[in-house]
């Protein structure tokens, strides 16, 4: 498992924590059941401080990604399709919003930008 | 959270200076960072805690008189120079009542410290590296550094920040650590308490004190704009007004605060 961290980022440290780890279980790289490192361990390899890290695994808990067991450790939890579909949506909402901001900004027009979804979707410009 | 310690209302007087109704929990498994200008009291807290110094009113509980769960590292070596660690060995073996002489050895080999050289020839981080190797073996669960680190290269530091993250592996180890390098502090430390000349500024988690705060800086007319409310501290320099506000009220130009800065602010600032 791979994890980056930076301190020169605008992003607090547990958020990178955090959507790095619900990158990994969204896209399946972790599966149900799959151990992640205990937030101790992982606050000494990363070589930050314990809270930093509880903060990032507490989000992923209320967001229904992992599942810690007190004696036992952290685990990715089992997600359905419909939890992993709408992680992703969300995450598409986001890219679009900026799409369309910045589209806004520079004046390009919303059938513009729906020219552009329709073209990219069916893979034309790829 | 489970306390390693409560201090309550904590308050010891001398002639020139008084620590004055200090209370806080220290949350068991964390690092908590102790700073504050020297002459602010810091010390005086550490030996009020040790039982070596005794308050004038307030409470510690649970009061520490077990020795053998506290580890303390003060700035100086407290070993007797004149032994080897092999002479130093035997002595804690009968020292302390589970002392774990395997560990022991497996730290000082780790550390590749000579066994059978006088501690006087070692050097600084070589004593500090001995101090933890005890810490690590005679089953402590509190660990209080005092300064222990002042004096000592950066990558020794670094090390010492990877033994204090493994020393609260276990959930039951706390570490209080009292140090002037706050970058080592904005590296590992849970909780930040900030002691000012003999009061308690704030005790705050440490990501909270990074992410809440920012430093304006300001034009005398941008700052006499500002409603008190949202001024945390100011400080007049020569060209700009440097205040210290909640991020939500930042504007105009701004930096985010070291703890270093916060420490500035609070003590050489003023509220309007």
Redesign the interface.
């Known amino acids: 498992m791979d994890i980056i961290i930076t301190m020169r980022s605008d992003k607090?440290?547990?958020e990178q924590i955090e959507s790095q780890l619900k990158e990994m279980i969204v896209s399946q790289k972790l599966k149900a059941g799959d151990p992640i490192p205990s937030m101790?361990?992982l606050?000494?390899d990363l070589?930050?401080?314990?809270?930093?890290v509880k903060?990032a695994y507490e989000n992923l808990s209320r967001d229904g990604l992992i599942e810690t067991i007190v004696g036992k450790g952290s685990f990715v939890a089992s997600l359905n399709t419909e939890q992993l579909k709408e992680e992703k949506q969300r995450e598409i909402e986001a890219l679009l919003s900026k799409a369309c901001q910045e589209a806004k900004a520079t004046g390009i027009r919303k059938d513009t930008l729906k020219e552009l979804i329709d073209i990219l979707y069916e893979g034309e410009l790829l | 959270m489970t306390s390693a310690l409560q201090v309550h209302h904590l308050t010891k007087k001398y002639p020139t200076f008084t620590l004055q109704d200090l209370s806080f929990d220290l949350p068991q498994g964390t690092i908590i960072g102790l700073i504050g200008e020297n002459g602010a009291g810091k010390s005086t807290l550490i030996r009020c805690l040790l039982q070596m110094s005794k308050p004038d009113q307030g409470e510690i509980e649970p009061p520490i008189k077990d020795f053998n769960q506290l580890s303390y590292i003060p700035d100086s070596c407290v070993f007797p120079e004149i032994l080897t660690i092999e002479q130093l060995e035997q002595d804690f073996a009968s020292i302390y009542k589970h002392w774990e002489s395997a560990k022991f050895w497996d730290m000082v080999k780790r550390f590749k410290l000579p066994h059978k050289q006088k501690l006087k020839t070692f050097s600084k981080g070589m004593k500090v590296k001995l101090a933890f190797c005890v810490a690590f073996s005679h089953h402590a669960k509190l660990l209080i550094l005092d300064e222990a680190t002042s004096g000592l290269d950066p990558l020794i530091r670094d090390e010492i920040l990877d033994l204090l993250l493994e020393f609260i592996q276990k959930e039951d180890h706390t570490v209080l650590f009292s140090t002037h390098i706050t970058s080592d502090l904005e590296k590992v430390a849970d909780y930040i308490l900030y002691i000012h000349e003999g009061k308690k500024m704030f005790m705050d988690t440490k990501d909270d004190l990074m992410e809440k705060y920012v430093i304006m800086h300001c034009t005398q007319d941008e700052y006499q704009k500002l409603p008190s409310s949202k001024i945390v501290r100011v400080i007049k320099q020569p060209y700009q007004m440097d205040v210290l506000v909640e991020k939500k009220e930042a504007e105009y130009t701004f930096d985010t605060p070291t703890l270093e800065d916060l420490m500035r602010m609070y003590s050489k600032g003023e509220k309007r």
């Open positions: 607090p440290i547990y101790r361990a606050a000494k070589h930050i401080s314990l809270i930093t903060k």
